[in-house]
């Protein structure tokens, strides 16, 4: 693992910006500490964490084109905000790019924008990990981290989820028709 670790650590850097790195190192870590305290697999948590956004920086006309041409499908939320395909479309790049990263590590990478269903556990500690990187300052993070290990994956990830969505709420934000599904599939016991 130590091996494909370097190869995507190399890869990643040459794509996204130092900020950007220095993010994904944090929610490389992050992961791989969730990941502990919920019994997954700590060095493929890692690297999600650490790949989660590799196509982060990919200009909006990138992002449709590529999802385009990945055969990812393309919402009117997405046309707005182009942003929200990097999730999906790092997956599908990094299992052209990097094909021995394996298929829980790209669904994982797949899901940390808006979720899907089912949730998978190692998908919602990319999610979570992206949420409480030490990097992170927002309002609630700091009772997230101190959650962890307290609550269920599941509870965190949720109250995770919440205060995103209510974020989204508050800026008066777009939301994906995924985050509407993946809100009411949480508070109805149905994520997973």
Known sequence: MMALWDTALEAISGRIGEAGLRHSLGVAESAAELAEAYG????????AGLLHDWAKDSSNDELLSAAIELGIPV??????????????????????????????VTAAIAAHTYGVVPMQPLDMIVYVA??????????????????VGQVSLL??????????????????????????DMWNRLVSGDAR
């Open 75 to 104: 919402t009117d939320v997405d046309l707005a905000v182009p942003y929200l395909l990097h999730a999906p479309v790092a997956a599908a790049e990094i299992r052209l790019a990097l094909p021995e990263v394996s298929e829980d």
């Open 155 to 180: 509870e965190l990830f949720t109250r995770a989820y919440a205060n995103s969505l209510r974020h989204l709420v508050e800026t008066r934000r777009r939301i994906h028709p995924g985050t509407i």
């Open 40 to 47: 997954v697999d700590r060095d493929e948590a890692r690297l």
């Open 130 to 147: 992206d949420t409480i990187e030490p990097g992170r300052v927002h309002e609630g993070v700091e009772a997230l981290r101190e959650a």
